[in-house]
């Protein structure tokens, strides 16, 4: 039997704490599918394509690593369970940081797990130097001209640089 994954998110971007939850969960299962969430809704900085390019690069970096499952990156969007459904997947990784996450998590796994019995949602937390790290906060940061090296892996640090560069000239 292979066991599947799915690690659904905005990843925009990616960072350091999601990058470690990949690492962990990839243990976990056989498979892990990363989902890039296409929601227009949430008006992200960096498009799908942009950010499924830069999660492929940040997997391709895991290549040869010992222990790890096979993993994909694709895009998704509507509800996560179809999602896990589509991709045969029982496991459904989701990320825990603070009392706050664990607020919207709680809420959402009992839905979910309502309308997907099959599929187990299950928590992994980051390494504590990553715990603090979010999207939101790195991406402000960058705004403000602060340093966001510690909080994103290299690949997306760059981007980050180009992005900000291309919004200041546009
Ligand atoms: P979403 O829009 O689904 O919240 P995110 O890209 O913000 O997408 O996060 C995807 C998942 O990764 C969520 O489960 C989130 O809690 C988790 N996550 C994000 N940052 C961290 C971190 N620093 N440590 C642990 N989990 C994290």
Redesign the pocket.
């Known amino acids: 039997m292979t066991r599947v994954g799915v690690y659904?998110?905005?990843?925009?971007p990616p960072?350091l704490?999601?990058f470690?939850?990949i690492r962990r969960g990839a243990k976990l299962v056989d498979r892990l599918v990363i989902g890039i969430?296409i929601n227009p809704g949430k008006s992200p900085m960096f498009g799908f394509e942009e950010r499924l390019e830069m999660m492929g690069e940040l997997v391709a970096g895991l290549a040869g690593e010992p222990g790890l499952g096979e993993i994909a990156v694709v895009p998704f969007k509507g509800l996560v369970v179809d999602f896990a459904r589509a991709h045969g997947a029982s496991v459904l990784l989701?990320?825990?940081?603070s009392g706050t996450?664990f607020d919207y998590e709680f809420q959402m796994t009992g839905m979910n797990a309502t309308m997907a019995p099959e599929v187990e949602t299950v928590f992994l937390?980051?390494d504590l130097a990553?715990?603090a790290?979010?999207?939101s906060l790195v991406k402000d940061v960058a705004r403000l001209g602060g340093s966001y090296g510690a909080f994103v892996p290299a690949v997306v640090a760059e981007r980050l640089r180009l992005k900000l560069e291309s919004l200041k000239s546009a």
């Open positions: 659904p998110g905005t990843f925009d960072t704490g999601h470690d939850i969430g989701r990320g825990l940081r996450d937390m980051a990553h715990q790290i979010a999207s």
